[in-house]
């Protein structure tokens, strides 16, 4: 099956900096979805990105599905934007989303 | 419009008891996901529905878990009875269906086993 695989596993920054955080998938895929889990538990959607680029305030994410990564970029980050970033990818031959193990971002005041 | 609703937010059982969870999908999607997750780690699918139709269950523990959609509409999954390692957040979702699978998640039910 599908490996999806995102780096850092840990991010410690102070307020105000920005970040690049990477999801590598090892075959074609149909969609991908960046999601924010914040330390509540909640899962938000932030971006469904199969390809190109998307921008949403201090947050964007681009997909280049032809060499099968996607990053996403956080500027000026906020302590809000502390919690778990995660990518998931849908597989083409099912509809079932293929998670990577996630990114632990800490904003530091 | 409202997002996706489960309830309860928080349950704490004793062993070998049962247990059931509620979702109420956002209005208008089709597909209905089921997902668990443990702490530190992602989501896990346990069950897929397209309308009233379970279309993947197969990381279903079907010994113990249940899981139903009749009108295709809301859904509730059961455990009976439940053990120490149920101890989790079991999290509902829902998307449009066909091509459209960009999922939208509830707040998740945190199910403690004692």
């Known amino acids: 099956g599908i490996q999806v695989e995102q780096s850092p596993p840990d991010l410690i920054l102070q307020e105000g900096a920005n970040s690049t955080l990477r999801c590598n998938f090892s075959d074609s895929v149909n969609n991908l979805q960046w999601f924010h889990q914040n330390p509540w538990g909640q899962l938000i959607n932030l971006f469904y990105i199969p390809s190109g680029t998307k921008q949403n305030g201090r947050l964007s994410a681009t997909t280049v599905a032809t060499e099968r990564y996607s990053l996403l970029y956080i500027s000026s980050s906020q302590t809000t934007d502390s919690g778990v970033y995660f990518c998931?990818?849908?597989?083409?031959?099912?509809?079932?989303?293929?998670w990577g193990a996630g990114t632990k971002l800490i904003i530091k005041p | 419009e409202a997002g996706v609703v489960q309830s309860p937010r928080y349950k704490i059982i004793e062993k070998k008891q049962p247990v059931a969870f509620w979702c109420n999908p956002i209005s208008g999607h089709n597909t209905l996901y089921w997902y668990l997750q443990n702490l530190g780690q992602g989501p896990e699918l346990l069950i897929r529905y397209e309308n009233e139709e379970a279309v993947d269950d197969s990381q279903l523990p079907k010994d113990r878990f249940s899981a139903e959609r009749l009108k295709g509409v809301d859904s509730t999954l059961k455990i009976q009875p439940a053990e120490l390692g149920d101890s989790a957040v079991y999290l509902c979702a829902s998307s449009l269906g066909g091509e459209n699978t960009e999922a939208f998640f509830g707040q998740g039910t945190r199910l403690t086993v004692v």
């Open positions: 998931a990818v849908e597989g083409r031959s099912n509809y079932q989303l293929i």
